[in-house]
């Protein structure tokens, strides 16, 4: 696990989206301690006219944005862990994207063990038959 939902202001970027999901998924190996062989990010694109911060497109702003929702298993991480990533996935993003308004959200989502899972198990029945994975 996890999975991860990223979207970016703007058109689609064969190139950006690669790059932004791979530095994503990396941070969330590095400082989460996410194994890879698990995780999945889907990347979308919002168009800038249809991205609003205060009532005004980004368009407007002269500005990107990103979201990233990460739903991981509750209680496998720290207060201090998250809030290292959510720093570093910040600081990675505004890199590779640019010019990135500050109203650019990562959402770290504790899901439960019991109602948390991929191929039909929950992450609380691995858990309780010892699965590494």
């Not at 862990?81 to 959402?107: F, M, P, Q, T, W």
């Amino acid at each position: 696990m996890p999975h991860l939902q990223l979207q970016i202001s703007g058109r689609p970027d064969t190139a950006l989206t690669a790059k932004a999901a791979a530095t994503v998924a990396e941070l969330t190996r590095t400082v989460l301690g996410k194994k890879p062989e698990v995780m999945a990010v889907a990347v979308q694109y919002v168009p800038h006219d249809a991205w609003f911060i205060d009532g005004q497109p980004l368009s407007a702003l002269g500005r990107n944005a990103f979201h990233l929702d990460i739903s991981v298993t509750d209680e496998t991480n720290t207060k201090a862990e998250k809030a290292r990533y959510l720093e570093a996935v910040h600081r990675a993003l505004s890199e590779l994207i640019g010019n990135v308004h500050d109203c650019s959200y990562i959402h770290v989502i504790d899901a439960r063990a019991a109602a948390y899972g991929y191929g039909g198990r929950t992450q609380e029945y691995r858990h309780q038959h010892g699965s590494t994975l």
